[in-house]
């Protein structure tokens, strides 16, 4: 069971705004440990979208952004494209649970 | 460019222990530090456990009393044992390299191996 909660979906049409909520709890992102976001395009491995609450690998446009506060964080998509459908996934560090890394419960993103 | 391939059997009986390797090309796997994850059928993701490059473990609590996570510099691949397999570890499972930046507080993941289904049969 997930310690980091997202909404199960959200959806926009092309070139809107899209935002996805990661909460967790004092333990995980509110003891200041990073968050980072992937992204898993159908029948396709995770990949690394955001690093760090809030830094772009190369190579991911700069519609993709994260942001951290207190013991949530969210990812912002702007202008929304048909390639952004995807499952998107929040991780970080729980000290509460012997120090193990955790995974959001993950969103669906649907373009409409 | 480091390139990550999970393998082992695709079928696994029920209490029988599912083993599976993850073999790194393009870097060496003694630099770096490595995880297992899985994903059961239209579920989440759920991080099984570690290896660090200085051979440090540390294993997810649900799954602490069933897993070994080993390396093999010699051969530049970590494995992944799990025992007494039951149909809830039926899962993709992807190996993923640890990603850390200047200023982290914590590892993220990537690159990902493609993953390897594995299913327990009963």
């Known amino acids: 069971q997930s310690v980091l909660t997202q909404p199960p979906s959200v959806s926009g049409a092309p070139g809107q705004r899209v935002t996805i909520s990661c909460t967790g709890s004092s333990s995980n992102i509110g003891a200041g440990y990073d968050v980072y976001w992937f992204q898993q395009l159908p029948g396709t491995a995770p990949k690394l979208l955001i690093y760090g609450n809030s830094n772009r690998p190369s190579g991911v446009p700069d519609r993709f952004s994260g942001s951290k506060s207190g013991t949530s964080a969210s990812l912002a998509i702007s202008g929304l494209q048909a390639e952004d459908e995807a499952d998107y996934y929040c991780q970080s560090y729980d000290s509460s649970l012997s120090g193990s890394y955790v995974f959001g419960t993950g969103t669906s993103v649907t373009v409409l | 460019q480091v390139h990550l391939q999970e393998s082992g059997p695709g079928l696994v009986k029920a209490s029988e222990t599912l083993s599976l390797t993850c073999a790194v090309s393009?870097?060496?796997?003694?630099?770096?530090?490595w995880s297992w994850i899985r994903q059961p059928p239209g579920k989440g993701l759920e991080w099984i456990g570690y290896i660090y490059w200085s051979g440090s473990i540390n294993y997810n609590p649900s799954l602490k009393s069933r897993v070994t996570i080993s390396k093999d510099t010699s051969k530049n691949h970590c494995s992944l044992k799990l025992s007494s397999v039951t149909a809830a570890d039926t899962a993709v499972y992807y190996c993923?390299?640890?990603?850390?930046?200047?200023?982290?507080?914590?590892?993220?993941?990537?690159?990902w191996g493609q993953g390897t289904l594995v299913i327990v049969s009963s």
């Open positions: 393009g870097g060496s796997i003694s630099t770096y530090s």
């Open positions: 993923a390299r640890h990603f850390q930046y200047d200023s982290g507080v914590i590892d993220g993941f990537d690159p």
